[in-house]
């Protein structure tokens, strides 16, 4: 099934067009990637998704519900990993587990979800006391409960060493391979060519490219 569709999505603020005319899909089962240089219209793209910024023209849906007017209906099927996420300084890792494992109303394990990111030996300690790469492994097990759909994440292996970059990839592959839609947004090629099975390139709010990576080096 179609996860996203974006069909001729723009955004245009005073002086700036982030998006123009954007049209995508994005399928069950496969890992596409957004890339494109920062201020290429990314972070746009996934606030219309999520309804937290509205388009000047087009439309974009969530397994054919529209974002803004029925998207609602499709926000349970979607886990997000935000740019910019916030963790709770005072609770611990199994805390933030447990609450998401209860606003999503699912019935996951937290010890299981903290032992799939890496940081079981963790779980009891406060998040003020985890690296970056811990927060980003926490962030991303909150938004595995629940067994989304579809995955949005931004930028989830920026900033991690080669090894926590590449956990993470495994574990998006067992995501995709279960049959979750992963939407990966970055902009650092090698990060995306390391794992997605089909790439859009954005570039000052327009799609330039969209295709296989193997599609893609041929064109290049
Ligand atoms: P990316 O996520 O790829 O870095 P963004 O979507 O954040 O790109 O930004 C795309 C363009 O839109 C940039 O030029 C940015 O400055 C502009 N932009 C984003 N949000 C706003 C806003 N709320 N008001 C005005 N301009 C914005
Ligand atoms: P990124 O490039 O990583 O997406 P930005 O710094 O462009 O991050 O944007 C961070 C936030 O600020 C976003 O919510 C974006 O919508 C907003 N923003 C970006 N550019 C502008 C701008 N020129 N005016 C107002 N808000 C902006």
Known sequence: ???????????????????????LSVEEGEIF??????????????????????????????FGNDCQAEGVAARGRVGV???GYSVFDRLTGRQHVEYA???????????EILDRVGILDAAERQASDYSKGMKQRLVLGM???????????DEPTTGLDPNG?????????EERDRGAAIFFSSHILEQVEAICDRVAILQDGELVA???????????
């Open 210 to 220: 969209v295709d296989t990576i193997d599609g893609l080096r041929q064109s290049i």
């Open 33 to 62: 990637g957004f890339l494109g240089p920062n201020g290429a219209g990314k972070s746009t793209f996934i606030n219309i998704l999520l309804d937290f910024a509205r388009p000047t023209d087009g439309s974009a849906a969530l």
């Open 101 to 111: 494992v209860r606003s999503k109303d699912a019935d996951d394990e937290p010890v």
């Open 143 to 153: 938004a595995l409960v629940g067994e989304p759909d579809l995955l949005i994440l």
């Open 81 to 83: 990993l935000p740019e």
């Open 165 to 173: 970059a590449a956990e993470i990839r495994s574990i998006l592959r």
């Open 1 to 23: 099934m179609t996860a996203i569709s974006a069909d001729g999505l723009s955004k245009r603020y005073a002086t700036v067009t982030a998006l123009d005319r954007v049209s």
